[in-house]
């Protein structure tokens, strides 16, 4: 094997280890998100029209799993790594700064497929669903996890201890998560939080996510595509130039 393809199993390997820790437990929380929303408001809500809530919600969650799960995957790993002092032998290794970003990116894509896959699985029983542009599911979902497993690097990298890595997670991810439509069109907002909602690439990547399940969504596919596209773009640019530099990881 090559050094990114053993980099990226130890990676895939490390969180699979502790399957019902980084899979079964992110899974289990989307099925309780389903079912507190989706009983309080299943008779009260319908979205697009025609398209009852419970269905609406499913896509929402899965997509947040992704995306959560991805993140978590390479900024713990690389955390984790920088405090017990295990990360020398990786620098030690001549794998250039791509080999890093492939191996650490490929391995949060891994996970966040397989926990959205996972939460898909469990709640579509809960829902009817269909898959009106099942490659538009593909492309949101492999963007979204490519692009918060670079986020993760970034946390990783800049982060020194649990707490601030707790604090990226606390006060970016989340409340750019909460706040991307996964539980809510944003039709139904007062119009500043549509417009800032707007400025949220978090959700251009579920409302994509969704438009391939029911072939409508708040904004254009297209339009969603171009930006998560163009944010991918910017923040995996940053990921690997703080990796070729080595930032807050060589002396």
């Not at 984790?80 to 650490?104: C, D, R």
């Not at 946390?155 to 909460?178: H, R, S, V």
């Amino acid at each position: 094997m090559t050094g990114w393809q053993t980099l990226l199993y130890k990676e895939v390997l490390r969180f699979w280890k502790v399957a019902f820790q980084t899979v079964a437990a992110p899974i289990l929380t989307a099925l309780m998100y389903l079912l507190i929303f989706g009983h309080v408001l299943q008779d009260k809500v319908k979205v697009y029209g025609t398209i009852d809530y419970t269905s609406f919600l499913v896509p929402g969650l899965v997509m947040m799993s992704v995306l959560q799960n991805a993140f978590a995957n390479s900024s713990s790993s690389l955390i984790q790594s920088k405090i017990t002092g295990n990360l020398v032998f990786v620098l030690l290794t001549p794998l250039s700064h791509w080999s890093w970003f492939i191996a650490y990116v490929g391995a949060s894509l891994a996970r966040g497929v397989c926990v959205g896959a996972g939460v898909f699985i469990v709640t579509a029983w809960f829902a009817d669903l269909s898959f009106a542009a099942p490659l538009w599911i593909l492309v949101f979902a492999v963007l979204g996890a490519g692009m918060l497993g670079a986020m993760g690097l970034i946390a990783g990298l800049w982060a020194e201890k649990f707490d601030q890595m707790a604090a990226f997670q606390n006060f970016i991810i989340m409340p750019m998560t909460f706040l991307s439509g996964v539980f809510y069109s944003i039709h139904s907002l007062p119009p500043f939080w549509q417009r800032v909602s707007h400025f949220n690439p978090f959700f251009y990547m579920i409302d994509g996510f969704r438009y391939g399940f029911f072939g409508v969504s708040d904004v254009s596919p297209w339009l969603s595509l171009g930006i998560v596209g163009a944010a991918m773009a910017v923040v995996s640019a940053i990921t690997v130039h703080l990796l070729k530099i080595g930032y807050k990881i060589r002396g």
